[in-house]
Nanobody, 123 residues
Framework: QVQLLESGGGSVQSGGSLKLSCATS????????VGWFRQGPGKEREGVAT??????YYADSVKGRFVISQDGTRNTVHLQMNSLEPEDTAMYYC??????????????????WGQGTQVTVSS
C-alpha cells in the first residue's frame, strides 16, 4: 500500500528558506517517480520538482532556488526551498507514480498523493 506524508510547511518571510519532507512507504525508488507539486490560491496545480533514481527535474520558476533530494534509505524525499518569494505561497503536495518522470502533473487516476503541507511566504 502506497502512503505519502508531507511535513515541514510553515510561514516565512520573503528570502527565507524551508525544507519539506515526504515520507513514503510502498514506493520502490527504482519503479516510481516522486515529485513535489503545488497549488496556490486560485491557481491550477503545477509541478515543482521530481526525482527518479538519480535524475531530477525542476520547473523553471524554481531552478536555482529549490533542491529535491532523497535520504539514504530512499524512503523520504526532501524539497529544500531557498530564496522564497510570495509567489511560492501554495499548498505543496507530494506525489508518486510509475511512468514518465517530468514536472507535468501526473494522471490523478494513476498516481498517489499526500494530503499536502501549506507554505506561506510574506513580503
Amino acid at each position: 500500500q502506497v502512503q505519502l506524508l508531507e511535513s515541514g510547511g510553515g510561514s516565512v518571510q520573503s528570502g527565507g528558506s524551508l525544507k519539506l519532507s515526504c515520507a513514503t512507504s510502498g514506493v520502490p525508488y527504482s519503479l516510481y517517480c516522486v515529485g513535489w507539486f503545488r497549488q496556490g490560491p486560485g491557481k491550477e496545480r503545477e509541478g515543482v520538482a521530481t526525482v527518479y533514481v538519480t535524475r531530477t527535474y525542476y520547473a523553471d520558476s524554481v531552478k536555482g532556488r529549490f533542491v529535491i533530494s532523497q535520504d539514504g534509505t530512499r524512503n523520504t524525499v526532501h524539497l529544500q526551498m531557498n530564496s522564497l518569494e510570495p509567489e511560492d505561497t501554495a499548498m505543496y503536495y507530494c506525489a508518486a507514480w510509475r511512468g514518465a518522470c517530468t514536472t507535468q502533473v501526473p494522471n490523478i487516476a494513476n498516481s498517489f498523493w499526500g494530503q499536502g503541507t501549506q507554505v506561506t511566504v510574506s513580503s
